[in-house]
Nanobody, 122 residues
């Protein structure tokens, strides 16, 4: 089970930190990703991190603003979001890929959290 939290309403230029807690698994066996979705559109890749945490990848539209990290001892993955823009408004989902490599492809992820709403006002 994946439980995402940390979403909310923030003004443009502000910051939020999303958290995703995993249970019922050996967390270090899973690459983790963050995706986002707005109504009527497909789910977009945001960031991913490998099982060890040594390698990360980002969508171009968040590079330099968002940082993904993980703490395997706490079974958690995080997404630090800085310099938020109104176009970052979406439901953000964490996802897990067993034995994954930190793919940008949503189809590579086995489990998904329930999503947390992020709203950025202008």
């Amino acid at each position: 089970q994946l439980q995402a939290s940390g979403g909310g309403l923030v003004q443009a230029g502000g910051s939020l930190r999303l958290s995703c807690a995993a249970s019922g698994r050996t967390f270090s066996n899973y690459a983790m990703g963050w995706f986002r979705q707005v109504p009527g559109k497909e789910r977009d890749f945001v960031a991913a991190i490998t099982r060890s945490g040594r390698s990360t990848s980002y969508a171009d539209f968040v590079k330099g603003r968002f940082t993904i990290s993980r703490d395997n001892a706490k079974n958690s993955v995080y997404l630090q979001m800085n310099s938020l823009k109104p176009e970052d408004t979406a439901v953000y989902y964490c996802a897990a890929a067993v034995w994954g490599s930190g793919s940008t492809n949503a189809d590579q992820y086995n489990d998904w959290g329930q999503g947390t709403q992020v709203t950025v006002s202008s």
